[in-house]
């Protein structure tokens, strides 16, 4: 015979190689299931004590999620990305646009000239109301005199304009260059200049058309920038017959800071917005709605969706309790392993803290996105426990408690460590992208998966010796300190029926049994490849219509006031307001 060829030998190689992994994996599993037997303590403190202390630097100095848009979906490697740095070491932050919507609540526009003058002028003192309002409202000396935007109006540098609002009150000041309209005397000013007008949509029209209008920071003033839904809508047409919504404006200077890199948050300006955000909604009344979008009250109700999420997660803990406990559970008091369900969760409950613990102490950014991976590990921590379980009533019953558990872990170990290492290794690669929230993302859920692999290994398999232990002495499960007087009785049955452990049960029987009957017959094997081409092709179309886009308010809970003035905005004025800015400077290093 021929020598064989050269293709020949590669898969004979691969093969020997493959053996020898799964040979040395079992070895070395077999060897912890016998270490565990013999000290199962020492692998129940030890992962726990090593989770919990990842853990204690969440309790010791918190964490903030981050929220910025730009900083999570910049790619790190983009010239835009650098250069923003530059610019917010250099000038600081843009400032903050915030806005506050005023409707009626009768669902009668708020200015129409099928109104009587008397009611569109109660619209506009609505406006007046809640603007005088916010000029009161003082939280850690930030006041809307102290922290609002303005523009040196003379050649000296020091005289200063008045806040740069925009809203409908604009057109009737009687005076743009007012250093500070907290005084009760300009209020006056705008509210006398309301109640003499014979007909204020006149009035509006024609202050619209002067050629252009302009705030106190000369920004010019149109229609679709203060009126909701304007009738007619065209901003080069100054007449104005009707609008569902007026809109303030205003614009706080933004102390955020970055300092070698970190972002140092402007904690007195959020508190300010969360407190305006608060009494302007107190003012909501039987005739006028107000519906706030203050920067920092929606960032605010932003993070507050962490807390609503964390939340799920023990609803989702139920579920899976539920359900794993009905896997393990047989119809045999001594037989059963329904308790190592709560071992289960428990595992992964510890994997999900270590998780959150470790990738902040070693300084990897949390984001809300990061909650998902909450869930992931919970999936795959009782698929895990699965594996070992139907390796564990595989093992015979003959062998004593240490050798089941060590031919247990012998078995199960070298799957568990396959899918786990897969799962690592995609979520590693992740970790390669110059996008920083999917990087943030992939490097939390590979320690989570790492560590919910090392805590089912050891402290899930230790409590699950003990179960089998208890098995051996014929005592039944969560009473192990009774002695039943039939222990081989099936569980639920009139009849003095003896318990076969061997039987398999009705999930068995379903995927071991039915569902490959069902698969493997013809009609089956069409209705797969029917359902493969399906899913194959609504994916590949699905593709083609996906878009990358990112928007904060996404991250709103539903039931927050927020998504009031959020529907509004979108509804009436075109979404969030664009903020632009140009910076110049000399090029440096090239």
């Known amino acids: 015979m021929g020598q064989p060829a050269e293709t020949d030998k590669k898969p004979f190689i691969l093969n020997r190689l493959s053996h020898w992994i799964d040979h040395t994996l079992t070895q070395f599993f077999y060897f912890l ?10 692998f129940v403190i030890l992962p726990t004590a090593l989770m919990a202390g990842f853990f204690i630097r969440i309790l010791a100095l918190g964490v903030a999620a981050e929220t910025d848009p730009e900083d999570l979906y910049t790619p790190q490697d983009s010239v835009s990305f650098a250069e923003r740095l530059i610019v917010e070491e250099g000038f600081g932050y ?10 009626r609540v009768d669902g009668v526009n708020i200015l129409d000239r099928a109104n009587s003058n008397l009611i569109n002028q109660q619209g506009l003192k609505a406006v007046l109301a809640m603007f005088r309002l916010l000029a009161e409202i003082k939280v850690d000396d930030v006041t809307l005199a102290n922290r609002c935007s303005r523009v040196f109006t003379a050649a000296d540098n020091a005289t200063l304009s008045a806040c740069d609002t925009i809203s409908v009150l604009s057109l009737f000041e009687p005076d743009t260059t007012f250093v500070d309209r907290s005084t009760v005397a300009n209020y006056s000013a705008i509210e006398q200049a ?18 252009p209008a302009r705030n106190s920071v000369f920004k010019p003033i149109i229609k679709s920038s203060l009126f909701g839904l304007p009738v007619p809508a065209a901003d080069n047409v100054f007449v104005l017959n009707s609008t569902a919504t007026l809109v303030f404006d205003f614009t706080l200077i933004n102390l955020v800071a970055r300092v070698n890199g970190n972002v140092e948050e402007d904690i007195p300006r959020w508190n300010w917005d969360i407190e305006a955000s608060r009494q302007v909604r107190a003012l909501n009344s039987d005739t006028f709605f107000y519906a706030p979008l203050l920067r920092g009250d929606t960032e605010t109700e932003a993070e507050g969706a962490i807390d609503a999420d964390v939340a799920l997660i023990p609803v989702g803990y139920i579920i899976l309790l539920a359900y794993a406990s009905y896997v393990f559970w047989r119809r045999n008091w001594i037989y059963s392993y329904s308790s190592m369900a709560s071992v289960c969760l428990a595992a992964v409950g510890l994997s999900i803290l270590g998780m959150w613990g470790f990738g902040v102490l070693i300084g990897t950014t949390y984001t809300l ?15 895990d426990a699965f594996v070992i379980m139907a390796a564990h009533r595989d093992v015979p019953r003959t062998f004593n408690a240490e050798e089941r558990i060590a031919r247990t872990l012998a078995r199960a170990g070298v799957s568990i460590t396959i899918t786990s290492l897969t799962d690592v290794i995609a979520f590693a690669s992740g970790t390669l992208t110059a996008m920083p929230a999917i990087d943030y993302f992939c490097t939390f859920a590979a320690f989570g998966v790492l560590f919910d692999f090392i805590l089912q290994c050891t402290l899930f398999v230790s409590f699950l010796y003990w179960n089998t232990v208890r098995e051996e002495q014929r005592k039944p499960e969560w009473l192990f300190w009774w002695a039943p007087t039939n222990p081989d009785k099936k569980c639920c049955s009139k009849e003095q029926e003896v318990y076969n452990p061997d039987q398999l049960c009705l999930l068995d029987k379903i995927m071991g049994e039915y569902l490959p009957n069902c698969l493997l017959h013809p009609v089956g094997k069409v209705f797969v490849l029917a359902l493969a081409v399906g899913l194959a092709s609504s994916s590949a179309w699905a593709a083609t219509q996906t878009k990358t886009r990112f928007n904060v308010d996404w991250f709103v809970p539903d039931s927050s006031h ?3 003035g959020l529907d509004i905005q979108t509804e009436e004025f075109g979404g969030r307001p664009l903020d632009v800015g140009f910076y110049t400077g000399g ?4």
Do not use: C, E, Y
């Not at 996105?369 to 698929?383: E, H």
């Not at 090029?587 to 090239?590: A, L, P, Q, Y």
């Open 94 to 103: 843009p400032n903050i646009t915030n806005r506050i919507f005023i409707k």
């Open 194 to 211: 309301i109640d003499a007008s014979p007909d204020v949509m006149d009035d509006i029209g024609a202050a619209l058309s002067a050629n």
């Open 562 to 564: 927020i998504h009031d």
């Open 587 to 590: 090029r440096s290093n090239g």
């Open 369 to 383: 996105t990061v909650q998902a991976a909450f869930f992931l590990i919970m999936g795959l921590g009782a698929d």
């Open 33 to 42: 299931g016998h270490t565990i037997s013999k000290h199962p303590w020492l």
